[in-house]
Nanobody
C-alpha cells in the first residue's frame, strides 16, 4: 500500500504563514502529480495547487501569489508554503498523489488523512 502523511497545519492569525508537508511512503515506482486540495465545511473539495514531476504547476486563482507548491522527488514529499493567509483559507487540507507502483501498473490516486488549517481574523 501507499500512505500519504501530512503535517504542518494549525492555527494562525490573518497575514501569517504556514508550511504544509506531505510524505508518500510504501511501494512507489513513480509519482507524476502531487497536489493539495482543501475542503471547508459545507463546500466541495477544491484544488489548491498541483505540481508534476517535470515541474509544471497549477494554482487556484484564490491562492496565486500567496501559496507556493514544491516537492522533493527523491523523498516523495510535497510542500505547500502558505503566506498572507486569510480567514477564507480556513479548511482541511488534503494531500493527493497519483502513484504508479510498478513499471507495468497505471497510476492510482492516493489521499492523505487531512490537516486542519485555521486562520483567525
Amino acid at each position: 500500500q501507499v500512505q500519504l502523511v501530512e503535517s504542518g497545519g494549525g492555527l494562525v492569525q490573518a497575514g501569517g504563514s504556514l508550511r504544509l508537508s506531505c510524505a508518500a511512503s510504501g511501494i512507489i515506482y513513480q509519482i507524476n502529480v502531487m497536489g493539495w486540495y482543501r475542503q471547508a465545511p459545507g463546500t466541495q473539495r477544491e484544488l489548491v495547487a498541483s505540481l508534476t514531476s517535470g515541474g509544471s504547476t497549477s494554482y487556484a486563482d484564490s491562492v496565486k501569489g500567496r501559496f507556493t507548491i514544491s516537492r522533493d522527488n527523491a523523498k516523495n514529499t510535497v510542500y505547500l508554503q502558505m503566506n498572507s493567509l486569510k480567514p477564507e483559507d480556513t479548511a482541511v487540507y488534503y494531500c493527493n498523489a497519483d502513484v504508479r507502483r510498478s513499471l507495468h501498473s497505471g497510476p492510482v490516486d492516493y489521499w492523505g488523512q487531512g490537516t486542519q488549517v485555521t486562520v483567525s481574523s
